[in-house]
């Protein structure tokens, strides 16, 4: 029973303050630009409208537009519910749940750009096209990442990999994931969620034709993504399993926060990396978490 | 002696499929079904435990007695040409029938039955000489059934490519038979471990055998071979023909002693081709050019799993080599299962659309609802994603890249890269299987043909949906196949024989179906929520624009364009763009050409010198008498001098 009471306390955790993350960039870069910015819950009330709309399908779309959405929603939360949060560890927990993980984000990637190119939409086929290919350089990066934490843990079950911190190349680790987390999650420089309309856009783009309870899903699951890689990263990095339980939870939350803002500023200071400078980023995230994993090898054999 | 009366049934029956076949569609359908049954029937009897079936007769083929043995590894592979072999069988009935093809049909179902047959054959022969035999055979009838089509000049340069390409691992295979039976005395094939003068043997096999797995650079004849050959025969070719060459590696670096270096080049190999046939994959704008390069891919995804495997049993017989190992049984399975089904959804689309080339398609989900959902569940198997059986069998590789990287062991300098080149390797496959399935069931249809494209009928459905079944049986009961995989991991390595499941393996499959129900669950509420709200139909919104047209969508050479930019190196696109020019232009084009890169770069000019080098020495061969006898005097000349001056 306690089980059960437990495990909707956690589903409502990501559900629930998952939305908060977009409110708080938001503030940061109205903060920034000297602007009062709209409201930190404004996401809630996009949600919550979005629900009660209706839908309007491109002529082209098959039943798949609107599945797509539902399946990477579903896939985002399945794979949020592996994370362990900090004192209160996973609710699911097995050797390998790490590549369950990796591959359930993958399936959201799948779905969502399958729904993009179900409107046949040249914007969309686009988006669709540079997602897929990014991805290619960013798993390389996010195995790299986990491989690192493998070896450092000599364990293969997250919970176990995160609970210590990533040793001395922690630096490392936490510049390339937090690279990585931009990339995925459509943040500056990579792509900007201010606007869905640019030729140069990645991920926002391929949202365009949708709308409603769909469009809810797409939202809601991309701030969902946000907060999995916000926690990743930072038990990735701090110690979180190695500290006494209140003072686990509230390193927790203060990296979380702490990455929030820092997106926030990293959103207000620069531009949009000029397009054909993303492979480079990305790269560059790739051999982050490479020394990363080099430091950590020489490390376990010492 | 059940095992008998079953084998002794399959082969009856098959042989007289193979001969009825011409003329009997019918009976050859019954015949072919009841011989692949029974042949699933033996293969699952191994597998669940059942004794290993040895025959001996007085019979002497070529002057050596039939030796016949299933054991659990032949019956591993024995069960996927069974289910191949019939499910592709049942699918030619309409795919490739008499009244649209009076020429080819009847030929295509004895061919059909014989590869069966001689695929069985080489997975039961335990005696070098006829395994060599079956061997020749099965490829024979594999190059039979490619030039079905043989009115076409493309088949026929395939099927001839094919055919050379065969024999040069064939020539690899005699080599190594040969030394084989002269160092050991006897063409008899066994466990022979305890022979270490013959581990160096694994090379020369790994080259022959490798021809046939399409492993990366061998694979040169597998992606024309597949593109031309009709869908039901590339089904079998990539889906199972290609793993004989996975069986033989498999066999014999199980019943020999194999060299140190075997499990770093084979991982190096696999790892390679697992990149190299993604990137490929991804470039191509050939629906089943694409699918083809897809099975070097996941060949190579197999052989990363043999090459931890072998690393394994090299450095004490670790656990981590033992779950990469049933990883790559397993992937066997999968990718025999759903490379079959893409296959099958190729021919569908090919049958009613007559065109293979990807920028000709678009929208037909519209017409072939059952295609496209077969495809796209295909495609989610094969890209490795969950909650689909291609996930399990790669996350048991995962599994033992993993450890064997965490156990700071030497291996892990091949193990880390391995690793990295996995992950990448799954984000290629989901672009190219991503713009696979868009391209051809999404968005708006290019062409007339494509907009009146219609759905197969249930002959050719039927075979999908099984194969779509096995494939979901497998992605949720993983923990039920384990015995069956235990059995060929212990005929493979004795030291690996029984132990239990990995413990999450349970758990993986719970997750799994857990995972099916929650997603079927969430559309349906996203749809119900969304049909109360209200669903209005419109045009796309390409931003304002108003009159979008087909052509205008992103195609498959734009889609991939950008991976392709990175793997210019490999891939060299050749490009044809003509601009359009002047207030009014006439022309403009673009044309884009993956060329096969290791037959046109590499082995395309060395064989033209060897062309000129033979006509230049034909030139010498001008029937005049007087030119024999200088050659001759000239030859007898040299031979003195080297018997004179060689032994001073």
């Given at each position: 029973?306690?089980?059960?009471?437990?495990?909707?306390?956690?589903?409502?955790?990501?559900?629930?303050?998952?939305?908060?993350?977009?409110?708080?960039?938001?503030?940061?870069?109205?903060?920034?630009?000297?602007?009062?910015?709209?409201?930190?819950?404004?996401?809630?009330?996009?949600?919550?409208?979005?629900?009660?709309?209706?839908?309007?399908?491109?002529?082209?779309?098959?039943?798949?537009?609107?599945?797509?959405?539902?399946?990477?929603?579903?896939?985002?939360?399945?794979?949020?519910?592996?994370?362990?949060?900090?004192?209160?560890?996973?609710?699911?927990?097995?050797?390998?749940?790490?590549?369950?993980?990796?591959?359930?984000?993958?399936?959201?990637?799948?779905?969502?750009?399958?729904?993009?190119?179900?409107?046949?939409?040249?914007?969309?086929?686009?988006?669709?096209?540079?997602?897929?290919?990014?991805?290619?350089?960013?798993?390389?990066?996010?195995?790299?990442?986990?491989?690192?934490?493998?070896?450092?843990?000599?364990?293969?079950?997250?919970?176990?990999?995160?609970?210590?911190?990533?040793?001395?190349?922690?630096?490392?680790?936490?510049?390339?994931?937090?690279?990585?987390?931009?990339?995925?999650?459509?943040?500056?420089?990579?792509?900007?969620?201010?606007?869905?309309?640019?030729?140069?856009?990645?991920?926002?783009?391929m949202v365009l034709d949708h709308s409603g309870p769909p469009f809810a899903a797409v939202l809601h699951g991309a701030a969902m993504k946000l907060l999995l890689?916000?926690?990743?990263?930072?038990?990735?990095?701090?110690?979180?399993?190695?500290?006494?339980?209140?003072?686990?939870?509230?390193?927790?939350?203060?990296?979380?926060?702490?990455?929030?803002?820092?997106?926030?500023?990293?959103?207000?200071?620069?531009?949009?990396?000029?397009?054909?400078?993303?492979?480079?980023?990305?790269?560059?995230?790739?051999?982050?978490?490479?020394?990363?994993?080099?430091?950590?090898?020489?490390g376990g054999a010492a | 002696m059940t095992m008998d009366g079953l084998m002794v049934f399959a082969v009856l029956v098959l042989v007289a499929a193979a001969l009825?076949?011409?003329?009997?569609?019918?009976?050859?359908?019954?015949?072919?079904?009841?011989?692949?049954?029974?042949?699933?029937?033996?293969?699952?009897?191994?597998?669940?435990?059942?004794?290993?079936?040895?025959?001996?007769?007085?019979?002497?083929?070529?002057?050596?007695?039939?030796?016949?043995?299933?054991?659990?590894?032949?019956?591993?592979?024995?069960?996927?040409?069974?289910?191949?072999?019939?499910?592709?069988?049942?699918?030619?009935?309409?795919?490739?029938?008499?009244?649209?093809?009076?020429?080819?049909?009847?030929?295509?179902?004895?061919?059909?039955?014989?590869?069966?047959?001689?695929?069985?054959?080489?997975?039961?022969?335990?005696?070098?000489?006829?395994?060599?035999?079956?061997?020749?055979?099965?490829?024979?009838?594999?190059?039979?059934?490619?030039?079905?089509?043989?009115?076409?000049?493309?088949?026929?340069?395939?099927?001839?490519?094919?055919?050379?390409?065969?024999?040069?691992?064939?020539?690899?295979?005699?080599?190594?038979?040969?030394?084989?039976?002269?160092?050991?005395?006897?063409?008899?094939?066994?466990?022979?471990?305890?022979?270490?003068?013959?581990?160096?043997?694994?090379?020369?096999?790994?080259?022959?055998?490798?021809?046939?797995?399409?492993?990366?650079?061998?694979?040169?004849?597998?992606?024309?071979?597949?593109?031309?050959?009709?869908?039901?025969?590339?089904?079998?070719?990539?889906?199972?023909?290609?793993?004989?060459?996975?069986?033989?590696?498999?066999?014999?670096?199980?019943?020999?002693?194999?060299?140190?270096?075997?499990?770093?080049?084979?991982?190096?190999?696999?790892?390679?081709?697992?990149?190299?046939?993604?990137?490929?994959?991804?470039?191509?704008?050939?629906?089943?050019?694409?699918?083809?390069?897809?099975?070097?891919?996941?060949?190579?995804?197999?052989?990363?799993?043999?090459?931890?495997?072998?690393?394994?049993?090299?450095?004490?017989?670790?656990?981590?080599?033992?779950?990469?190992?049933?990883?790559?049984?397993?992937?066997?399975?999968?990718?025999?299962?759903?490379?079959?089904?893409?296959?099958?959804?190729?021919?569908?689309?090919?049958?009613?659309?007559?065109?293979?080339?990807?920028?000709?398609?678009?929208?037909?989900?519209?017409?072939?609802?059952?295609?496209?959902?077969?495809?796209?569940?295909?495609?989610?198997?094969?890209?490795?994603?969950?909650?689909?059986?291609?996930?399990?069998?790669?996350?048991?590789?995962?599994?033992?890249?993993?450890?064997?990287?965490?156990?700071?062991?030497?291996?892990?300098?091949?193990?880390?890269?391995?690793?990295?080149?996995?992950?990448?390797?799954?984000?290629?496959?989901?672009?190219?299987?991503?713009?696979?399935?868009?391209?051809?069931?999404?968005?708006?249809?290019?062409?007339?043909?494509?907009?009146?494209?219609?759905?197969?009928?249930?002959?050719?459905?039927?075979?999908?949906?099984?194969?779509?079944?096995?494939?979901?049986?497998?992605?949720?009961?993983?923990?039920?196949?384990?015995?069956?995989?235990?059995?060929?991991?212990?005929?493979?390595?004795?030291?690996?024989?029984?132990?239990?499941?990995?413990?999450?393996?349970?758990?993986?499959?719970?997750?799994?179906?857990?995972?099916?129900?929650?997603?079927?669950?969430?559309?349906?509420?996203?749809?119900?929520?969304?049909?109360?709200?209200?669903?209005?139909?419109?045009?796309?919104?390409?931003?304002?624009?108003?009159?979008?047209?087909?052509?205008?969508?992103?195609?498959?050479?734009?889609?991939?364009?950008?991976?392709?930019?990175?793997?210019?190196?490999?891939?060299?696109?050749?490009?044809?763009?003509?601009?359009?020019?002047?207030?009014?232009?006439?022309?403009?084009?673009?044309?884009?050409?993956?060329?096969?890169?290791?037959?046109?770069?590499?082995?395309?000019?060395?064989?033209?010198?060897?062309?000129?080098?033979?006509?230049?020495?034909?030139?010498?061969?001008?029937?005049?008498?007087?030119?024999?006898?200088?050659?001759?005097?000239?030859?007898?000349?040299?031979?003195?001098?080297?018997?004179?001056?060689?032994?001073?």
């Open positions: 029973m306690t089980s059960i009471l437990e495990f909707i306390a956690r589903l409502a955790v990501w559900l629930l303050l998952a939305p908060l993350l977009p409110g708080i960039i938001n503030k940061v870069k109205a903060w920034v630009a000297g602007r009062r910015g709209p409201p930190v819950l404004q996401l809630y009330y996009d949600l919550a409208r979005l629900w009660r709309k209706g839908v309007v399908l491109s002529t082209l779309a098959s039943p798949g537009f609107i599945a797509g959405p539902a399946v990477a929603w579903v896939a985002v939360l399945a794979a949020a519910m592996l994370l362990p949060l900090g004192p209160l560890g996973a609710s699911l927990s097995f050797r390998g749940d790490v590549i369950l993980l990796i591959y359930l984000l993958a399936l959201a990637r799948f779905c969502t750009a399958w729904a993009a190119l179900e409107t046949g939409s040249a914007f969309e086929g686009m988006g669709a096209a540079r997602e897929v290919s990014y991805a290619v350089l960013a798993e390389a990066a996010v195995i790299t990442a986990v491989l690192t934490l493998s070896m450092q843990s000599g364990s293969l079950v997250l919970s176990a990999m995160l609970a210590p911190s990533a040793g001395t190349g922690a630096v490392l680790l936490a510049v390339g994931l937090f690279i990585v987390l931009l990339a995925e999650n459509c943040r500056v420089p990579f792509d900007d969620p201010n606007t869905h309309l640019e030729l140069t856009m990645i991920h926002e783009v890689f916000s926690i990743l990263l930072v038990q990735a990095v701090l110690p979180v399993g190695k500290l006494p339980a209140a003072a686990a939870a509230g390193a927790l939350v203060a990296g979380v926060l702490g990455v929030t803002v820092g997106i926030g500023f990293v959103e207000s200071l620069l531009a949009r990396a000029a397009f054909r400078r993303v492979p480079l980023l990305l790269t560059t995230a790739f051999l982050l978490c490479l020394f990363a994993l080099l430091v950590a090898w020489k | 009825s076949g011409a003329w009997l569609p019918r009976w050859w359908l019954a015949l072919t079904l009841a011989g692949t049954a029974a042949l699933l029937g033996a293969a699952f009897w191994t597998l669940g435990g059942g004794a290993e079936w040895d025959w001996r007769s007085g019979f002497a083929l070529g002057g050596e007695r039939l030796h016949l043995r299933l054991d659990a590894i032949s019956a591993w592979f024995l069960a996927l040409v069974a289910v191949v072999g019939g499910a592709g069988a049942v699918y030619a009935r309409e795919y490739w029938p008499d009244r649209e093809r009076p020429e080819s049909a009847g030929r295509g179902r004895g061919w059909w039955s014989t590869i069966v047959l001689c695929m069985g054959l080489v997975l039961l022969c335990a005696n070098g000489l006829h395994f060599l035999m079956a061997w020749e055979a099965f490829a024979l009838s594999a190059y039979f059934l490619i030039t079905l089509e043989r009115e076409r000049s493309q088949t026929r340069a395939a099927g001839w490519l094919y055919l050379a390409a065969s024999h040069a691992g064939t020539l690899g295979l005699f080599a190594f038979f040969s030394l084989l039976a002269a160092r050991t005395g006897s063409w008899e094939l066994g466990p022979m471990r305890d022979h270490p003068e013959l581990a160096p043997l694994f090379w020369v096999a790994l080259f022959g055998f490798g021809v046939k797995a399409g492993m990366f650079p061998l694979h040169i004849w597998l992606p024309s071979a597949h593109a031309n050959a009709p869908s039901h025969v590339s089904a079998i070719m990539s889906g199972v023909a290609i793993k004989m060459g996975l069986y033989g590696l498999i066999r014999f670096s199980g019943w020999l002693p194999v060299p140190a270096g075997a499990g770093w080049v084979v991982l190096t190999l696999g790892a390679v081709s697992a990149v190299l046939g993604g990137a490929f994959a991804l470039a191509q704008n050939d629906l089943k050019r694409l699918l083809a390069y897809c099975s070097v891919e996941n060949m190579g995804v197999t052989l990363i799993g043999l090459g931890v495997g072998l690393l394994g049993a090299a450095n004490g017989d670790t656990a981590w080599g033992r779950v990469a190992m049933a990883g790559a049984l397993l992937h066997v399975w999968n990718h025999g299962l759903f490379k079959s089904l893409l296959f099958f959804g190729a021919g569908s689309v090919l049958h009613t659309t007559g065109t293979r080339e990807m920028s000709r398609m678009g929208g037909l989900w519209r017409t072939m609802p059952w295609t496209a959902g077969l495809f796209a569940f295909g495609s989610v198997a094969i890209s490795a994603l969950p909650p689909l059986n291609g996930f399990v069998s790669e996350w048991l590789i995962y599994l033992g890249l993993f450890d064997a990287a965490a156990s700071h062991a030497q291996v892990a300098a091949v193990i880390v890269p391995a690793t990295i080149a996995l992950g990448v390797t799954g984000a290629l496959a989901l672009a190219a299987f991503a713009k696979a399935a868009a391209v051809v069931f999404l968005g708006a249809s290019r062409t007339q043909a494509a907009e009146h494209a219609h759905e197969c009928g249930w002959w050719m459905r039927g075979p999908m949906l099984g194969l779509a079944a096995a494939c979901t049986f497998i992605a949720l009961g993983s923990v039920a196949v384990w015995p069956a995989i235990q059995q060929p991991l212990g005929a493979w390595n004795p030291a690996w024989r029984g132990g239990e499941a990995p413990a999450p393996l349970a758990m993986l499959g719970a997750v799994q179906a857990a995972l099916a129900a929650l997603v079927a669950g969430a559309v349906v509420v996203l749809w119900s929520r969304a049909r109360t709200n209200g669903v209005r139909r419109a045009m796309t919104w390409d931003c304002g624009y108003a009159a979008p047209t087909a052509r205008m969508q992103y195609t498959g050479g734009s889609f991939s364009a950008l991976a392709v930019g990175w793997f210019a190196w490999v891939l060299q696109p050749q490009r044809q763009l003509r601009w359009p020019r002047g207030p009014f232009p006439r022309r403009a084009d673009h044309v884009e050409r993956i060329p096969e890169t290791v037959l046109e770069r590499v082995i395309g000019p060395v064989s033209d010198v060897v062309m000129v080098a033979s006509s230049w020495v034909r030139q010498r061969q001008q029937g005049h008498l007087p030119d024999y006898i200088l050659y001759l005097v000239a030859g007898l000349a040299a031979m003195g001098a080297l018997v004179v001056f060689g032994n001073m």
